[in-house]
T-cell receptor, first 112, second 112 residues
Framework: KAGVTQTPRYLIKTRGQQVTLSCSPI?????VSWYQQTPGQGLQFLFE???????NKGNFPGRFSGRQFSNSRSEMNVSTLELGDSALYLC???????????FGPGTRLTVL | GQQLNQSPQSMFIQEGEDVSMNCTSS?????WLWYKQDPGEGPVLLIA?????ELTSNGRLTAQFGITRKDSFLNISASIPSDVGIYFC????????????FGTGTRLKVLA
């Protein structure tokens, strides 16, 4: 089976812009979780989607949003980018909510 | 955000040596996962543990789910240069959101 794929792998944006990241889970997996990874804060949970519904949400501002499509693919959007949003954004898929998670390669976002 | 206590933070070892790292928390977990992350890549699942006391091996790696359900350890035997990377533990909460909380990571460097 193909693993989790994320696009794009690298992004450079400027403050105030918005960005959309995409994640395709492992075939048959219906749950997608998003994480932000920074050197200072480590891996922080953003949100989890299952069957097109947000099931869990972390402690991030409303500028961070996501959605899931009927084919389980998920997108994450960050509006009004800030310098502190520079990070590696990781997507993880699992068969069901609360199952073992498998990560994608991540999208490296740099905000200038 | 929530994080697990993972130690050591970093370690230099000689090739061929055994390595041990652990994660502890004041919370009880349902599941423990161990991941390895190479620079610029997403974490790769090494071992999953689902039951208190469970001891599981994957090649040179062995991990255990602590009996109290509050800790886990990972051992790497006869380390080789490609073991270099950052190792993360993740514990799954037993109630509420059932989300995963991640350790702060152990950076391993192997000297040939």
């Amino acid at each position: 089976k193909a693993g989790v794929t994320q696009t794009p792998r690298y992004l450079i944006k400027t403050r105030g812009q918005q960005v959309t990241l995409s994640c395709s889970p492992i075939s048959g997996h219906r749950s997608v979780s998003w994480y932000q990874q920074t050197p200072g804060q480590g891996l922080q949970f953003l949100f989890e989607y299952f069957s097109e519904t947000q099931r869990n949400k972390g402690n991030f501002p409303g500028r961070f949003s996501g959605r899931q499509f009927s084919n389980s693919r998920s997108e994450m959007n960050v509006s009004t980018l800030e310098l502190g949003d520079s990070a590696l954004y990781l997507c993880a898929s699992s068969e069901l909510v609360a199952d073992t998670q498998y990560f994608g390669p991540g999208t490296r976002l740099t905000v200038l | 955000g929530q994080q697990l206590n993972q130690s050591p933070q970093s370690m230099f070892i000689q090739e061929g040596e055994d390595v041990s790292m652990n994660c502890t928390s004041s919370s009880i977990f349902n599941t423990w996962l161990w991941y390895k992350q190479d620079p610029g890549e997403g974490p790769v699942l090494l071992i999953a543990l689902y039951k208190a006391g469970e001891l599981t091996s994957n090649g040179r790696l062995t991990a255990q789910f602590g009996i109290t359900r509050k800790d886990s350890f990972l051992n790497i035997s006869a380390s080789i240069p490609s073991d270099v990377g950052i190792y993360f533990c993740a514990g799954q909460l037993t109630s509420g959101t059932y989300k995963y909380i991640f350790g702060t990571g152990t950076r391993l460097k192997v000297l040939a």
